[in-house]
């Protein structure tokens, strides 16, 4: 009897084992650092006359930058909080005079963000995931018919949703291809004097396409 018990209880723990390791998903748990590199477009949003005569009213660009976050896995889900600094080249053409969807001549400057992701795994190195939160960014307003940015600047406070896929690469590293829309409907400027106007109503919509190569801790 006591024969029968212990190969019981030897079968119930081979059997919990894989399940613990399971639900622990260690391939998706913890802290993680990324570099971020994709495209990045900003225009005018659905409440803009984008018919001008001269162009689209957008601006064009390559976004870089890095990233930080935590993930828990819970089951096959994964939860996760998530920071981001970027840049961007996108910027309008020296020659180009024309009211650029309400901004005037800008560059596209630093976006903050900060939000949370949920994934789901398709396989023990595959997660897809969706994300949100709040981003905050930075027009930076062009000097005439030059390229020299002046200190006045667009600040731009809005929401911003993606989805995408991620693929472990090994022990610690991981790859991820990520699309993220962000809304900014609110907005103030920051004056080469110091000052800073009140807020106003926006309408600017931010479309990415990233890649990331990262390392998990």
């Known amino acids: 009897m006591k024969k029968i018990m212990v190969a019981a209880l030897m079968a119930s723990a081979g059997l919990a084992a894989p399940a613990m390791a399971q639900s622990d998903n260690p391939v998706f748990t913890g802290p993680r650092v990324e570099g971020i590199l994709g495209y990045d477009h900003v225009g005018a949003g659905s409440d803009i006359d984008n018919d001008n005569g001269n162009d689209d009213q957008s601006i064009d660009g390559l976004l870089y930058g890095v990233g930080v976050g935590y993930d828990v896995a819970v089951g096959s889900a994964v939860l996760g909080a998530e920071a981001e600094l970027t840049d961007s080249t996108a910027k309008s053409d020296r020659r180009d005079y024309t009211d650029r969807f309400g901004f005037g001549r800008v560059s596209a400057g630093r976006d903050i963000y900060v939000g949370a992701r949920a994934g789901v795994l398709v396989n ?94």
């Open 124 to 217: 023990p190195a595959t997660l897809l995931y969706v994300k949100g939160g709040y981003t905050n960014a930075k027009l930076n307003v062009l000097a005439g018919d030059t390229n020299q940015e002046t200190d006045t600047a667009f600040k731009l406070d809005g929401w911003r949703v993606g989805a995408g896929v991620e693929r472990s690469l090994g022990a610690n590293s991981f790859a991820k291809l990520e699309y993220r829309y962000s809304k900014y409907d609110s907005s103030h400027i920051d004056y080469a004097s110091g000052a800073t106007s009140s807020e106003f109503d926006i309408d600017t919509d931010r479309h990415q396409v990233v890649a990331s190569m990262g390392w998990r801790f």
